[in-house]
């Protein structure tokens, strides 16, 4: 009489964010040598993330690459890494499928009678669960309405990695390699008809020394991949959590006139979701028995899919008077983007605003120097897409430059790149069980009026008056639906005597 289906649906919940410091004093570092830091570039990545009843281990691994001049003055480099864990509290079970972002906010350097480097991370921890609901979709033998919902489903993931490699002329001999920053920026992400598309950049910045001056390449590599995944079809929403996985620099070429190649691997983590339409039974109505319905609610947080944009931005760091006058601009080993606000305006326009953490090498009188500056960034976008009211955006710094005017200021061009995923909240309500009792005692006057609350449907009526609806509407030709506050309806019942 009553049909019942599980209905799988996926539940997607965010922990609160936690921050870790990561602290670290490399051994074997000669303090001696050391006469001035030049750069701290930073970053982090995840390695593993596992749930557990009511919390998430993630553990992790830190890239520092510190740049500085030794006691003649020569610059120099050095790679460091640090492993890290930390737990987040949350509502995490053992089967949650998670995923972790990690984000540098802060990083500091201190060399005084020992080296310390420190970076401060703000780490995120999503967890997909697939729950089945019991839903009645059909029933016989009574009254009843239907609609439709929609339910979120995780429908296919997949992990793949893509090899990289370009190189470039260094024009001289490279005597010191200073260090070397790589980034895997996303650019499109969507489905096909059994698979997904995704296209991304990889950007990474060597600094070294030739001819006793500090320089930098850059390289930009476009990658793309084509993955089969069962059941996507064109139109579902993707994910995408991209990493560099390993890279390396290669020193090539001949003396006097080297080459330098950049090769790696870029990881990719695609997952893809999906809101399915299901007809299911809204509300039931039996005439000739108690019915016990039990009515169910749950929230899902859905995910809606992801934006790519690139925007120009730039600011002007400016040199204290207690510093020499500058020359010229030498290189800028490292360069972060942090967001500190994103929000969806009215007109359907995205502002993002945040900074920008660079360090930037010039010569002065005196050789090379440094200076840290925080370049603030407030972007307006617009999207051909309707944007999501709930949104996580992130930054990347794709490219920037600087060149010195006035001996004291430094004027800085960028091209950020800022992805922009969208959330919604979906509210369902169903019946997940059915009781059918007693008979009920028949109705024997021969007439019943009911007056009407408003927004009363026909189901509302049958129940108040203990008929069914082709014969309330036999009698009331004219109703119409939902019913008005105070709307008189009169059914005549007709008593075998």
Known sequence: MFDFEKLSASKLYAAPHVERVVEFSPPGIDMQNISKVLSLAVDARCTSAEPFDGYAEVAGRTGFRLTYLDREGNPKGVDLSAEFSVRADGEFIPTDNLTAD????????????????????????????????????????????????????FIASKTTASPFDAEQDAGGEVTSVLSMT??????????????????????????????????????????EEELGLEGVRQGDAVSVQ????????????????????????????????????HSIVSDIFNLSNETEITYEECDFTCFDGCGYFVEKAGGTAMLGDNRAAGIAVSAIPYAHAVTTKASLEDDGTLSVEGIVNADIIYTDENGFNSVRTEI??????????????????????????????????????????????????????????????????????????????????????????????????????????????????????????
């Open 182 to 223: 790589t980034e895997c920026i996303m650019k499109k992400a969507e489905a096909t008809d059994g698979g997904a598309s995704c296209a991304a950049t990889v950007v990474s910045t060597v600094t070294y020394v030739e001819g006793g001056e500090i320089k930098q390449r850059r390289f930009e590599i476009d990658l």
């Open 376 to 497: 603030p960034f407030s972007l307006s976008l617009t999207s051909e897409k309707q944007l999501s009211k709930r949104l996580k955006v992130g930054v990347q710094v794709q490219k920037i430059s600087a060149e010195l005017r006035r001996e004291r200021e430094i004027d800085i061009d960028m091209l950020l790149a800022i992805s922009v995923c969208g959330f919604s909240t979906l509210e369902v309500s169903y019946i997940s069980d059915v009781t059918l009792g007693e008979e009920k005692a028949q109705n024997t006057s021969g007439i019943s009026l009911y007056i009407a609350r408003g927004g009363d449907g026909l189901l509302d009526l049958c129940k108040a008056l203990t008929a069914m609806p082709d014969d309330i509407l036999a009698q009331n030709p004219n109703l119409e639906f939902p019913l008005a506050e105070g709307q008189r309806i009169v059914y005549f019942r007709h008593l075998e005597m």
């Open 242 to 277: 991209a990493c560099i996985k390993n890279a390396k620099l290669v020193l090539q070429g001949v003396t006097d006139d080297n080459v330098l190649r950049v090769e790696g691997e870029a990881g990719f983590k695609i997952r893809v979701f999906r809101l399915d339409t």
């Open 102 to 153: 990690i984000n540098v906010v802060e990083t500091d350097v201190q060399a005084d009678d020992a080296l310390k480097l420190s970076a401060v991370l703000d780490v995120s921890v999503c967890a997909i669960r697939r729950e089945e609901l019991n839903i009645l979709v059909d029933a016989e033998g009574c009254y009843k309405t239907s609609k439709d919902i929609y339910l979120p489903s």
